[in-house]
């Protein structure tokens, strides 16, 4: 079982959560949470909910477009991770407090009743300032614990603006 925050963190190259992955023959991958949309600047745009995913654990997913649903089964399928299960929980980025429930219920629910022998979790690495990031480590900390089970944390790569060099 292993959570993230965005698909970026599973997409993007040299992801630690990826390399993390490939070695389970069966991960149950929960993303909390849309990546932010990304839009020309003075333009607002809507990443609309991505049912390419396993849609057991959030039912709003009805008016999804097909683009961008393909677009996510393409970037998944390239990264050729074939025990790899996604699911989707919808929420909205920034995460806050209040949705720490919602993850741990979750993340509940793939576990199940009684965990299998040899389940691990998978989780982010808590990240500087990143509120999304510690709703999702401590939901994960705290599954870990309710259930006994190991936890293997992942870093999470930081994006940054590299500008031009002064002359």
Not at 76 to 94: C, D, S
Not at 105 to 128: I, K, R
């Amino acid at each position: 079982m292993a959570v993230a925050v965005s698909p970026m963190e599973l997409l993007r190259p040299e992801s630690d959560l990826a390399r993390l992955v490939e070695g389970f023959p069966h991960v149950d991958l929960l993303v909390t949470a849309e990546d932010p949309p990304v839009a020309a600047p003075g333009t607002v745009s809507v990443l609309p909910a991505a049912d390419a995913w396993d849609d057991d654990l959030d039912d709003d997913a009805d008016d999804v477009d097909d683009d961008d649903v393909d677009h996510v089964r393409e970037d998944v399928a390239r990264l050729e991770l074939p025990g790899l299960h996604l699911h989707r929980l919808g929420l909205r980025q920034p995460l806050d407090g209040s949705a720490e429930g919602d993850v741990i219920a979750a993340l509940s629910e793939l576990v199940g009743f009684d965990p299998e022998p040899g389940l691990y979790g998978v989780a982010p690495a808590p990240g500087p300032a990143d509120p999304s990031r510690a709703v999702v480590h401590r939901a994960a900390q705290r599954i870990a614990q309710v259930y006994g089970i190991p936890l293997l944390r992942y870093r999470c790569l930081e994006l940054s603006v590299v500008g031009d060099e002064p002359a």
